[in-house]
């Protein structure tokens, strides 16, 4: 089972990934955590590159699914054989929507890299965290190259749009409610959907 998160920088996205995970593992539920690009020791260091230096669209790109291709060989497809929910801060959509939608690269290409670099392995829910870019950007604490406000309204849309081509596997958070209450829809939405896996 793979849960993943997404959303524009200074979302909540990352809060929230880290409150399913401590709440499923303190109800027993195998469980694991990773964030993108990151997750492995290669994932790491291209993250500290992707992060600091200048580079140029296309490069971005290939060093993204590079990260994902290492961190779904190493990680993700051992967690989820061995039968535990994998939870992704950041997957394929943050590729499509940033990089597509973003930097304006062709947006088949990115689905077709995303497809080859994630093993054709796809996200079973996806939370989006939305938020009106103007708010996002004053609550960034990690700066990034990525984080210009008419960059971020691109990407958000890309996300939107992203959710609109597949309701049944995106589901729309407006965090506008705060935290607590966006938490407590993504577990009922979680325990409706999946009833089986989870009965909270
Ligand atoms: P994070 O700090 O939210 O984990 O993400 C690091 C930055 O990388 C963030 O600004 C979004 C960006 N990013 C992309 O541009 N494309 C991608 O495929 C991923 C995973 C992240």
Redesign the pocket.
Known sequence: MLITFEGI?GSG??TQSRKLYEFLRAKGINVSLY????GTPLGEEL?DI??KRELNERT?LLL?ES??AQLVLEKLKPDMERGAVVIL????D??LA??GY?RGLDLELVRRLNEFASFGIKPDITFLLDVEPELAVNRIR?K????KLEFLKRVRDGFLEIARGEPERVVVLDTRRGEEEVFQSIVDILSEKFPGKFDF
């Open positions: 920088d996205k990352t964030r993108e690009p990151g993250r992707l992060i971005e993204f990260a994902r801060d950041r997957f394929t943050s590729t940033y990089q973003g990690e990034t190259r990525f984080d």
